[in-house]
Nanobody, 115 residues
Framework: QVQLVESGGGLVQPGGSLRLSCAAS????????MNWFRQALGKERELVAR????????DYADSVKGRFVVSRDNAKNMAYLQMNSLKPEDTAMYFC????????WGQGIQVTVSS
Protein backbone atom coordinates (compact mmCIF):
# COMPACT_ATOMS: atom_id res chain seq x y z
CA GLN A 1 0.00 0.00 0.00
CA VAL A 2 1.37 3.39 -1.02
CA GLN A 3 1.84 5.75 1.90
CA LEU A 4 3.22 9.26 2.25
CA VAL A 5 3.24 10.52 5.82
CA GLU A 6 4.18 14.09 6.68
CA SER A 7 5.57 15.16 10.03
CA GLY A 8 7.24 18.17 11.64
CA GLY A 9 4.53 20.78 11.30
CA GLY A 10 3.11 23.00 13.99
CA LEU A 11 3.10 26.55 15.29
CA VAL A 12 6.14 28.77 14.84
CA GLN A 13 6.81 32.49 15.27
CA PRO A 14 7.60 34.76 12.31
CA GLY A 15 11.28 34.51 11.45
CA GLY A 16 11.52 31.00 12.82
CA SER A 17 12.34 27.72 11.14
CA LEU A 18 10.67 24.38 10.73
CA ARG A 19 11.58 21.17 8.93
CA LEU A 20 8.91 19.00 7.37
CA SER A 21 9.58 15.33 6.69
CA CYS A 22 7.80 12.93 4.37
CA ALA A 23 8.15 9.18 4.91
CA ALA A 24 7.35 7.14 1.79
CA SER A 25 6.51 3.46 1.44
CA UNK A 26 4.77 1.05 -0.92
CA UNK A 27 6.38 2.25 -4.16
CA UNK A 28 9.80 2.60 -5.75
CA UNK A 29 10.77 5.87 -4.15
CA UNK A 30 13.82 6.57 -6.31
CA UNK A 31 11.73 6.37 -9.50
CA UNK A 32 9.69 9.47 -8.59
CA UNK A 33 10.12 13.18 -8.31
CA MET A 34 9.05 14.41 -4.89
CA ASN A 35 6.99 17.55 -4.39
CA TRP A 36 5.75 19.78 -1.64
CA PHE A 37 2.47 21.61 -2.16
CA ARG A 38 0.60 23.88 0.18
CA GLN A 39 -2.91 25.21 0.43
CA ALA A 40 -3.81 28.20 2.55
CA LEU A 41 -7.30 28.81 3.82
CA GLY A 42 -9.45 30.18 1.01
CA LYS A 43 -6.73 29.74 -1.62
CA GLU A 44 -5.85 27.22 -4.31
CA ARG A 45 -3.24 24.53 -3.83
CA GLU A 46 0.18 25.62 -5.10
CA LEU A 47 3.48 23.90 -5.78
CA VAL A 48 6.07 25.04 -3.25
CA ALA A 49 9.10 22.94 -4.16
CA ARG A 50 10.11 19.92 -6.20
CA UNK A 51 13.20 17.72 -6.24
CA UNK A 52 14.33 15.34 -8.97
CA UNK A 53 14.81 11.61 -8.61
CA UNK A 54 18.48 11.80 -7.71
CA UNK A 55 18.13 15.02 -5.72
CA UNK A 56 20.30 17.04 -8.09
CA UNK A 57 17.62 19.36 -9.49
CA UNK A 58 15.20 21.50 -7.52
CA ASP A 59 12.45 23.99 -8.30
CA TYR A 60 10.84 26.52 -5.97
CA ALA A 61 7.93 28.88 -6.00
CA ASP A 62 9.14 32.47 -6.22
CA SER A 63 7.60 33.22 -2.85
CA VAL A 64 9.90 30.77 -1.04
CA LYS A 65 13.16 31.00 -3.02
CA GLY A 66 16.08 31.70 -0.73
CA ARG A 67 14.11 30.66 2.35
CA PHE A 68 13.10 27.03 1.76
CA VAL A 69 15.27 24.05 0.83
CA VAL A 70 13.87 20.79 -0.54
CA SER A 71 15.89 17.58 -0.37
CA ARG A 72 15.58 13.82 -0.33
CA ASP A 73 17.36 10.78 1.04
CA ASN A 74 16.73 7.80 -1.23
CA ALA A 75 18.41 5.39 1.18
CA LYS A 76 15.77 6.27 3.77
CA ASN A 77 12.79 6.85 1.42
CA MET A 78 12.46 10.33 2.90
CA ALA A 79 11.81 13.79 1.50
CA TYR A 80 12.30 17.02 3.43
CA LEU A 81 11.35 20.66 3.31
CA GLN A 82 13.50 22.96 5.42
CA MET A 83 11.63 26.22 5.97
CA ASN A 84 13.54 29.26 7.21
CA SER A 85 12.65 32.90 7.82
CA LEU A 86 9.02 31.94 8.04
CA LYS A 87 6.32 34.52 7.39
CA PRO A 88 2.64 34.58 8.32
CA GLU A 89 1.92 34.20 4.59
CA ASP A 90 3.49 30.72 4.77
CA THR A 91 0.63 29.52 6.96
CA ALA A 92 -1.01 26.62 5.12
CA MET A 93 -1.59 22.92 5.00
CA TYR A 94 1.51 21.34 3.45
CA PHE A 95 1.32 18.18 1.35
CA CYS A 96 4.00 15.76 0.24
CA UNK A 97 3.46 14.13 -3.16
CA UNK A 98 5.27 11.80 -5.55
CA UNK A 99 5.64 12.04 -9.34
CA UNK A 100 6.50 14.75 -11.84
CA UNK A 101 2.78 14.79 -12.45
CA UNK A 102 1.78 13.82 -8.91
CA UNK A 103 0.49 10.28 -8.58
CA UNK A 104 0.55 9.85 -4.80
CA TRP A 105 -0.37 12.25 -2.00
CA GLY A 106 0.06 12.48 1.72
CA GLN A 107 -2.69 13.63 4.04
CA GLY A 108 -1.08 16.99 4.73
CA ILE A 109 0.23 18.72 7.83
CA GLN A 110 -0.56 22.15 9.21
CA VAL A 111 2.06 24.89 9.46
CA THR A 112 0.99 28.04 11.28
CA VAL A 113 3.26 31.10 11.45
CA SER A 114 2.02 33.55 14.05
CA SER A 115 3.23 35.67 16.93
Amino acid sequence: QVQLVESGGGLVQPGGSLRLSCAASGFTFDHYYMNWFRQALGKERELVARVSINGAETDYADSVKGRFVVSRDNAKNMAYLQMNSLKPEDTAMYFCSAGYKPAYWGQGIQVTVSS
